[in-house]
């Protein structure tokens, strides 16, 4: 595992990770919640929080649960179902964080008490100042809404420096590098370009909610969990998407 120097200090104080619920399979896919990936993950954030980074999670549900497209199934009942499947993956995190030393707590948007403490904000941000590390699940607890703009929105209420996103995708492209080999990589975007390109990398609320609120957010692969530490301290990794007027397109 390679890290940055002990010497360098973090970029940032408190930070919100969204994790892909997808990327959790791990790379064959083969597995619901890969344990490989999962302590991955939870070696790169113990990582971050012995640098003295506070740190706040929320986990997707796509390795269990895509929602009710093309199922013909009511999709308030289909999101529903989406929080209680962020709940199993927030759960399998905490179990890897606990077994690496950090003291962890699952909070959900819908009470479910004999197994996580509800969501209150003031409860999760003493957490985050006492040095322990928060995977919040169920979203925002409410349906239409997905696990980004759920990022995003608690980002704000607590306070972190910046969302950092950790999907299948590396980057922000200038065009599908799936389809365009030659597809530039962009470093640093504005919160425009996402929204007037409709680019799916982030939901156009989550992206309205980050532009108006002035939340940076950092793109990046979870393929390799150390990207989370190299974006703490600030490596060029990934894209930024913030309020700027020098972006690479």
């Known amino acids: 595992m390679e890290y940055i120097d002990n010497s360098s200090k973090p970029k940032y104080k408190r930070i919100l990770i969204k994790l892909s619920g997808e990327a959790l399979k791990g790379i064959d896919g083969n597995s619901i919640i890969d ?8 070696r790169a954030v113990s990582r971050c929080h012995e640098l003295g980074v506070e740190v ?27 929080m209680l499947a962020t709940t199993i993956n927030a759960l399998a995190l905490q179990d890897a964080f606990i077994r690496l030393g950090m003291e962890t707590r699952v909070m959900t948007a819908i009470s479910m008490q004999e197994i ?7 409860r999760a941000v003493h957490h985050l100042d006492h040095g322990r590390v928060i ?3 169920c979203g925002i607890g ?9 990022a995003v929105m608690r980002a704000a209420e607590i306070g972190a420096d ?3 996103l950790a999907k299948n ?7 599908d590098p799936r389809r365009n080999r030659g597809a530039k990589k962009l470093d640093v975007v504005d919160y425009k370009y996402i929204l007037n390109n409709e680019l799916t990398v982030i939901d156009s609320t989550a992206a309205s909610f980050s532009k108006d609120n002035n939340i940076p957010l950092l793109i990046c692969a979870l393929r390799d969990p150390d990207n989370i530490v190299r974006a703490v301290m600030g490596e060029k990794i990934g894209t930024l ?6 972006m690479n397109t």
């Open 35 to 42: 344990e490989k990936i999962i302590d991955k993950i939870g």
């Open 56 to 82: 706040a999670i929320i986990v997707g549900a796509g390795n269990i649960w895509r929602g009710a497209s093309g199922t013909g199934m009511d999709r308030t009942r289909a999101d529903h179902m989406g």
């Open 116 to 122: 996580a403490e509800p969501y209150i904000r003031n």
């Open 135 to 137: 995977i919040f699940g």
């Open 142 to 150: 409410n349906p239409f809404f997905t696990t980004d703009t759920a």
């Open 162 to 164: 910046i969302v950092i």
């Open 169 to 175: 995708i590396d980057a922000v492209y200038d065009s």
């Open 241 to 246: 998407v913030t309020h700027t007027n020098n």
